[in-house]
């Protein structure tokens, strides 16, 4: 593989996003292609997991409420669904060298988070309006993921990858599965 022979497909945070663990990641696709390195890139968006416990819950709501509008999506995936789609690419390397991916399971709206939180009872102690937090108040790369997620955001296309991988989970698959306590 030559350099600039990678193949993007749905690709939100390839360079100049401004957010720096997203950067050096770019960094270092941009050096595999430069060697000419034969690889599969997977970029998986926004863990579901980040909304797995209470705590997290208000905190990751609240920044989402705070700087992403009200009616803009952000993508997730399933940890699980990663690790799904990285064993397929070992499996039949042929079908995924060559290709940077970003992978997304779902998109949904902070407030559809939100509700689907509460009809799983999950979110019964959740306020129905969040403090605001203040962008000063954050670590610079908190601040600027944030700040991308609610300008651009990632880009996945669900559909084709859904076709791909039908396993794939929503957040309400994700909310819907056993727990270990």
């Given at each position: 593989?030559?350099?600039?022979?990678?193949k993007?497909?749905?690709?939100?945070?390839?360079?100049?996003?401004?957010v720096?663990?997203?950067?050096?990641?770019?960094?270092?696709?941009?050096?595999?292609?430069?060697?000419?390195?034969?690889?599969?890139?997977?970029?998986p968006?926004?863990?579901?997991?980040?909304?797995?416990?209470c705590f997290?819950?208000?905190?990751?709501?609240?920044?989402?409420s705070?700087?992403?509008?009200?009616?803009?999506?952000?993508?997730?995936?399933?940890?699980?669904d990663?690790?799904?789609?990285?064993?397929?690419?070992?499996?039949d390397p042929?079908?995924?060298?060559?290709?940077?991916e970003?992978?997304?399971?779902?998109?949904?709206?902070?407030?559809?988070i939100?509700?689907?939180?509460?009809?799983?009872?999950?979110?019964?102690g959740?306020?129905?309006?969040?403090?605001q937090?203040?962008?000063?108040?954050l670590?610079?790369?908190i601040?600027?993921?944030?700040?991308?997620?609610?300008?651009?955001g990632y880009?996945?296309?669900?559909?084709?990858?859904?076709?791909?991988?039908?396993?794939?989970?929503?957040?309400r698959?994700?909310?819907?599965?056993?727990r270990?306590?």
């Amino acid at each position: 593989m030559k350099e600039g022979k990678l193949k993007f497909v749905g690709c939100g945070a390839e360079g100049k996003t401004g957010v720096p663990h997203f950067e050096s990641k770019w960094k270092v696709e941009e050096h595999i292609g430069r060697i000419g390195l034969p690889a599969t890139i997977v970029r998986p968006v926004f863990y579901i997991e980040n909304l797995s416990s209470c705590f997290i819950h208000v905190l990751q709501l609240a920044l989402m409420s705070s700087y992403i509008p009200s009616g803009k999506t952000l993508q997730m995936i399933a940890l699980d669904d990663v690790g799904t789609w990285v064993a397929r690419a070992f499996a039949d390397p042929k079908a995924f060298i060559g290709k940077a991916e970003e992978i997304a399971g779902d998109e949904l709206t902070t407030v559809e988070i939100i509700d689907e939180l509460r009809r799983r009872g999950l979110g019964a102690g959740l306020p129905f309006s969040f403090p605001q937090i203040f962008f000063g108040a954050l670590p610079h790369d908190i601040r600027k993921m944030f700040g991308w997620f609610g300008s651009h955001g990632y880009e996945a296309d669900i559909r084709t990858l859904k076709r791909r991988q039908p396993s794939l989970m929503t957040f309400r698959d994700w909310l819907a599965r056993p727990r270990v306590a």
